[in-house]
């Protein structure tokens, strides 16, 4: 009785939660980190859901961690204005698409399934060029 009790509420429990409404979640932060989502700011809390459109924004000595539903990770550094303009990802299939843009300051980002899933699936724009990427790890520096 107790195991099926157990399975019962697990199983509710799984289902109970949306398919990932939110696209990640923040892990770290440290000083000025807030996330501005449709015109208002919010303070960039650990466990705050992201979702598209927001803009990751940090000021002097702001850091920001993100992992996102793909596994793709971000580490946005101090004076930083950071954009994810798209993000669609298909837990069944592994693939989708990831657009961030990068206004200004730097950007680490180690890549997930979605970039290792096709050619130009993620993409990252800067003031200055886009880049096309397929599972790696690198950083982005947009001088203010």
Known sequence: ???????????????????????????????????????????????????PGD?????????????????????VGPNSRIAVDKFDFDRTTRSGAFETRVERGSLGVVSGQIAKSRRDAMKVRTPTSLLGVRGTRFIINVPE
């Open 55 to 75: 803009v990751l924004v940090t000021g002097k000595g702001g850091q920001i961690a993100v992992a996102f539903a793909d596994n793709t990770r971000f580490s």
């Open 1 to 51: 009785m107790r195991r099926v009790l157990l399975v019962s509420l697990s199983l509710l429990a799984m289902t109970a939660q949306p398919a990932w409404a939110d696209i990640g979640r923040v892990k770290k932060t440290a000083g000025a980190a807030q996330i501005e989502r449709k015109g208002t700011r919010i303070n960039a809390a650990v466990g705050t859901s992201l979702l």
